[in-house]
């Protein structure tokens, strides 16, 4: 029998959220309108040439950038539109940038620094909905997407694959680098009422891309102690990780400093993707102690 969709067995295990959030530090978010296959930038041969695509991602990975096509959620324009941020996402003082060229081939001139367009006011939502990649993010992707556009449309984006599929609905919010799973099973409208608010929905929150899964557990601990919601709490200061425990060192504001100690595992062997026919397992953290020295 086939099994179940991997964001249906991922919540019958109860799999926990926080930190699972994918690393990046500065994203490139290219604007590819049309059906994306399963490498939105070198198999969508209808909307971008594969060899170009290619060359585009490789420029980006050697700038150490995560790079995520995104369009527009609804009927495609008859023109395409080639729009593009770079969000350069820090644990305090993101910041993004944005423009436009007139085709594909102007992104290999794009300055990768973000100097070619202008600083964005306010927040990018890229929700999964790469159906190509796992049938998981078509499904319940698109869903969030058309709740979210539907109340914000200026800043909801579809986007291709972000990782951890198997927390489909996933969501990045730019600049600030907060990954959220399940969206379709929470209020993703209330979520970026919240983020308008400079806080975070903690029940929904993967972690912040900018920094190490281990940190994103800290951070997720210092908050569920402190109820301190805010998106920029709880800055790293310190981190020593030895593979099966970890201190890591927080700055818990006015001064404080959060201590938090933790035990690593590794989880039971599981599928990740609806694909995926090799188990393996990932990280795991729960609290040891945490104080406020």
């Known amino acids: 029998m086939p099994l179940p969709p991997c964001s249906d067995r991922s919540l019958a295990a109860?799999?926990?959220?926080?930190?699972?959030?994918?690393?990046?530090?500065?994203?490139?978010?290219?604007?590819?309108a049309g059906p994306w296959g399963h490498s939105a930038f070198l198999q969508s041969p209808r909307i971008l040439d594969p060899a170009l695509g290619r060359a585009i991602v490789r420029r980006a990975e050697a700038a150490s950038m995560r790079i995520v096509a995104i369009r527009r959620p609804g009927r495609r324009a008859e023109t395409p539109r080639w729009r593009w941020f770079i969000a350069q996402t820090r644990p305090v003082g993101s910041v993004m940038y944005g423009g436009e060229v007139s085709g594909p081939e102007d992104y290999l001139d794009l300055p990768l620094d973000g100097s070619a367009g202008s600083i964005v006011d306010g927040p990018?939502?890229?929700?999964?909905?790469?159906?190509?990649?796992?049938?998981?993010?078509?499904?319940?992707?698109?869903?969030?997407?058309?709740?979210?556009?539907?109340?914000?449309?200026?800043?909801?984006?579809?986007?291709?694959?972000?990782?951890?599929?198997?927390?489909?609905?996933?969501?990045?919010?730019?600049?600030d680098g907060l990954s959220y799973g399940r969206v379709d099973s929470?209020?993703?409208?209330?979520?970026?009422?919240?983020?308008?608010?400079?806080?975070?929905?903690?029940?929904?929150?993967?972690?912040?891309?900018?920094?190490?899964?281990v940190v994103q557990a800290a951070q997720h601990f210092a908050r569920e102690h402190t109820g301190d919601d805010r998106i920029e709490a709880f800055a790293p200061i310190d981190v020593l990780d030895d593979g099966e425990s970890a201190r890591v060192v927080l700055d818990a504001g006015d001064g404080r400093r959060a201590e938090v100690t933790l035990r690593v595992s590794a989880s039971p062997p599981l599928l990740s993707t609806c694909d995926a026919t090799i188990p393996g397992s990932v990280r795991r953290f729960a609290l040891d102690r945490i104080d406020f020295p």
């Open 14 to 32: 109860d799999e926990p959220l926080f930190a699972t959030a994918s690393l990046g530090h500065d994203w490139l978010l290219l604007e590819v």
């Open 124 to 175: 990018l939502a890229a929700v999964c909905a790469h159906g190509k990649h796992d049938r998981c993010c078509a499904v319940r992707g698109r869903a969030a997407t058309a709740d979210l556009a539907a109340a914000n449309p200026d800043i909801t984006w579809e986007c291709s694959h972000l990782g951890g599929d198997r927390f489909a609905a996933t969501m990045i919010v730019l600049p």
């Open 186 to 213: 929470g209020d993703v409208v209330d979520l970026m009422g919240r983020h308008a608010q400079g806080r975070v929905a903690a029940d929904l929150l993967r972690g912040r891309t900018c920094v190490p899964h």
